[in-house]
C-alpha cells in the first residue's frame, strides 16, 4: 500500500506513475478526506482536553464538598456524544481512505521501462543456446501421455479441464524437481519452511492478492480462508506486524507448495498441458530485507533463481518488464523464461520482484536499527521455480527422435534413473 503522504507531497509525480501502470487516477477526494481526517482528529484532541478540563474541575468541587451544578454535568455529557460522533466520522473518513489506498498499484522504480504491456519488456540477457535436433520437437503433452506419465483425460474426469495426474516415472520427477530445488536454495542460505495452504483474509490482503484480485482465488466459504495461489502468501505473513532487528536480516526463506489459480481470463490461452493449471507446485523464494539493500538483492534473487535452470541446463532469458506488465503489488520485476522446444518459444517459468515497503505497509513488518530507529522493512519473492513448466521444459528439451526423455544428470539421484521409455 502507498504512504498517503507521498501522494500529498508529489501528487503530479504519483499521478505520472499510474499512468504509467495504464491507470489515470484522481485523487482529488482522497486528499480532501485527508485534509478532513487531520481536522477531525484535531477537533477530538481538543475536546478530550475540554472533557479532561472539566473532570478536573469537577473533582476539585467535590473534594471540596461541593456538587458540581446540572450545567457543568449536561457540558460533559455534551462533550462525550461530540467525541463519539466526531470518533465515528474519522472511523468512516479512515476506511475510506484505507479502501482508496488498497486499490493503488505500487510505484514502479526508475529503471523500470515505460511501456502498456509485454510488449515493451526490455530483454536483459540469454542464458545457454536452444539446441537444434534432426527431428521435430514435439510438446510435453504429447510427450508425457504417450510415455504414460501425464494423463489429462482422467483428471478431467475427476475435477475438470486445467488439472493433471501424474503416474509412473511422471511422479518420481516431479517429487525429483522438487527436491532437487529445495537443496539447491538450502545451499544458497535459504531456510525452509512448510507453511499452510490455506491462509485467512488478512493475508490475501498483506501480500496484495485482496482486495485487487479475489476473482483469480479459490475461496472457502464457509470458513472464510482462501487457498494459496503461491507459497509467497503465508510465507510473507510469518512476520507480519512484527519488528526485525537488523542484525537479522536479510531473512531468506525458501518453501514449497501446492498453488491453485483460477486463471480468470485466461480461456483459450495455453490451456493444453502443464502452462497454466488450476493446480500446480511451485518452490518460492521471499527475503526480508533493509531498504538499503533491496536493490541488490532484488539481482541475487534473478541469479538464485536462474542457478537451478542452469543446473538443469534449460536454456532461459531474463527480462525486465515494463510499467504496464508489472505486477500491482511489485516496483520491480524481472522474469526469467524458458525454453519450450515444441513451440519454440520462452515462457515465464519465474518471476523476481521487489516490492519495496509496500507489502510491509500492509502488514506492518519494521526493521529495527542499533540507534533504535524504526522503519518499514522491503520484501522480495521470486519463483525458485514453478515445478510443472520445469516439468514441461525437460519433457521438449531433452526428448529424444524415439521417443524417450533423458533425465538431466542433477535429478538422476532423485530418481533413480536416467531415462523414461515407451512402454
Not at 502507498?2 to 504519483?14: G, S, Y
Not at 536452444?130 to 514435439?138: G, H, N, V
Not at 541488490?296 to 542452469?310: R, T
Request: a neutral charge; glycine letters at 8%; one cysteine or more.
Amino acid at each position: 500500500m502507498l504512504d498517503i503522504k507521498v501522494i500529498r507531497e508529489n501528487p503530479k509525480a504519483v499521478k505520472q506513475a499510474m499512468l504509467n501502470r495504464n491507470k489515470e487516477i484522481d485523487f482529488t477526494q482522497l486528499l480532501k478526506w485527508d485534509d478532513e481526517r487531520k481536522l477531525v482528529i484535531s477537533e477530538i484532541e481538543n475536546l478530550r482536553l475540554k472533557r479532561n478540563k472539566v473532570s478536573e474541575e469537577v473533582g476539585k468541587l467535590k473534594k471540596g464538598g461541593k456538587e458540581p451544578s446540572p450545567e457543568v454535568f449536561e457540558e460533559m455529557n455534551e462533550t462525550r456524544d461530540l467525541i463519539q460522533e466526531r470518533e465515528k466520522r474519522l472511523l468512516s473518513l479512515e476506511s475510506r481512505i484505507g479502501d482508496f489506498l488498497s486499490g493503488l498499484p505500487n510505484i514502479h522504480d526508475a529503471s523500470v521501462p515505460v511501456g502498456k504491456d509485454e510488449k515493451d519488456n526490455k530483454i536483459i540477457r540469454y542464458i545457454g543456446e536452444p539446441k537444434r535436433t534432426s527431428f521435430k520437437s514435439k510438446y510435453h503433452w504429447e510427450i508425457g501421455e504417450k510415455l504414460g506419465i501425464l494423463d489429462f483425460a482422467t483428471a478431467s474426469k475427476i475435477s475438470g479441464s486445467r488439472f493433471v495426474v501424474l503416474k509412473n516415472e511422471g511422479c518420481a520427477l516431479e517429487r525429483a524437481i522438487i527436491s532437487f530445488f529445495l537443496d539447491a536454495h538450502k545451499a544458497k542460505g535459504y531456510n525452509e519452511v512448510i507453511t499452510p495452504y490455506l491462509v485467512n483474509g488478512a493475508s490475501m490482503f498483506g501480500t496484495g492478492q485482496l482486495p485487487k484480485f479475489a476473482e483469480e482465488a479459490f475461496k472457502c466459504a464457509t470458513d472464510d480462508l482462501y487457498l494459496i495461489s503461491t507459497a509467497e502468501i503465508p510465507v510473507t505473513n510469518i512476520y507480519r506486524g512484527e519488528i526485525l532487528d537488523e542484525d537479522n536480516l536479510p531473512q531468506k526463506l525458501v518453501s514449497y507448495s501446492a498453488c491453485f489459480r483460477r486463471e480468470a481470463g485466461a480461456y483459450g490461452k495455453d490451456t493444453k498441458g502443464l502452462i497454466r493449471n488450476h493446480q500446480f507446485n511451485k518452490v518460492e523464494l521471499v527475503k526480508f530485507v533493509k531498504p538499503e539493500n533491496s536493490d541488490m538483492e532484488l539481482e541475487s534473487l534473478v541469479l538464485d533463481a536462474g542457478n537451478v535452470l542452469e543446473l538443469l541446463g534449460l536454456p532461459y532469458r531474463v527480462v525486465l518488464l515494463s510499467t504496464g506488465d508489472t505486477g500491482f503489488s511489485s516496483s520491480k520485476t524481472y522474469d526469467l523464461e524458458v525454453w519450450l522446444a515444441g513451440d519454440g518459444v520462452y515462457r515465464e517459468i519465474s518471476s523476481c520482484s521487489n516490492f519495496k515497503d509496500f507489502q510491509a505497509r500492509r502488514m506492518n513488518i519494521k526493521v529495527k536499527y542499533k540507534d533504535k530507529k524504526k522503519e518499514l522493512l522491503h520484501t522480495l519473492n521470486g519463483s525458485g521455480v514453478a515445478v510443472g513448466r520445469t516439468f514441461a521444459a525437460i519433457l521438449e528439451y531433452y526428448q529424444q527422435e524415439d521417443g524417450s526423455v533423458v533425465i538431466p544428470e542433477v535429478l538422476r539421484k532423485y530418481v533413480g534413473f536416467d531415462v523414461i521409455k515407451n512402454k
